[in-house]
């Protein structure tokens, strides 16, 4: 039974391949195969499936990054209204809508509604208003000369601009200027242009109430033209604003009211403690 038992007989036999003259030179020739398991063979297509992985990930950055575009192009507000001062000038007047939004202020409720307003005014009466906002201007002087500059633009001759108008506002500055042909002028009314010009466009512009600014004027031009009573423009408010600096007497109330309160915190944070101390000391 000993021999039968004996620990020769029951390690595992040796592989015979290894002894091979095959098996010899693949170890030999590599020193990563010496100390591999040789009766291991993992299947092929694993080690070409993960030999490269950054080409996968390259491959998603440039799909990634041709979405981002993508989706970049198609949201963007170029082609739209958005131009600046020269390209406003260059590309002349809008044809589905009355607005070149070059500032970007106006909400798309505003935008549709100026559009309904205006394409009746233009259907009734035979006057087209267009409105253009600008962030600001840098070829001009004032409003004034860029709307004169937009209307000889847009319209070159008399008969082209004779029923035309263009309402500008320049929101950097905060002011607005009105022009047109001479049939717009007359249909208009000195009074109600000056009106608009210094009420309606400046001060809601003030208060960047760029929307209202538009529609208030837009539907201001439009009632007096139609013969309607002026609805009149926003509250003018008081130029005198309350100020917010303190009168020399309320500066020494104040003052006085600190230092008050300053000293009890002292006191409270020096004399308590050292009252407990004094406290704590005596009764031992």
């Given amino acids: 039974m000993e021999t039968l038992l004996s620990p020769r007989s029951l390690s595992p036999p040796l592989n015979p391949k290894l002894s091979s003259p095959h098996q010899t030179k693949l170890t030999s020739s590599s020193s990563s195969l010496s100390f591999s398991n040789p009766t291991f063979s993992g299947p092929k297509h694993l ?68 559009k309904k307003l205006l394409s009746d005014l233009e259907y009734r009466k035979k006057l087209r208003l267009n409105f253009i906002t600008v ?95 002026d609805p009149g423009g926003p509250e003018v408010k008081d130029n005198k604003r309350e100020s917010n600096f303190k009168t020399k007497e309320e500066t020494q109330e104040k003052r006085g009211q600190f230092s008050l309160v300053v000293g009890g915190l002292l006191v409270i944070a020096f004399v308590v403690p050292m009252a407990q101390y004094y406290a704590y000391v005596s009764k031992k």
């Fill in 135 to 229: 962030r600001k201007l840098t070829s001009k002087a004032d409003a004034f000369e860029y709307a004169d500059q937009v209307l000889e633009k847009w319209y070159p001759s008399i008969e082209e601009g004779n029923n035309k108008g263009i309402v500008v506002l320049i929101t950097s500055q905060k002011e607005g200027a009105i022009t047109g042909g001479p049939a717009f002028i007359e249909a208009v009314g000195e009074k109600v242009l000056d009106a608009t010009v210094s009420e309606n466009l400046p001060v809601l512009a003030t208060d960047e109430k760029y929307n209202e600014a538009i529609y208030s004027s837009a539907k201001r031009l439009v009632a007096a033209i139609d013969g309607q009573p």
């Fill in 47 to 114: 080690s070409t499936r993960f030999s490269k992985p950054e080409s996968w990930i390259t491959e998603a950055k440039q799909g990634l990054a041709a979405l981002s575009l993508s989706l970049a192009l198609s949201f963007s507000p170029v082609g739209t209204a958005l131009a600046s001062e020269f390209n406003i000038l260059n590309d002349g007047p809008p044809k589905e809508t009355y607005v070149v939004d070059d500032a970007n202020v106006l909400s798309r409720v505003t935008r549709s509604d100026l």
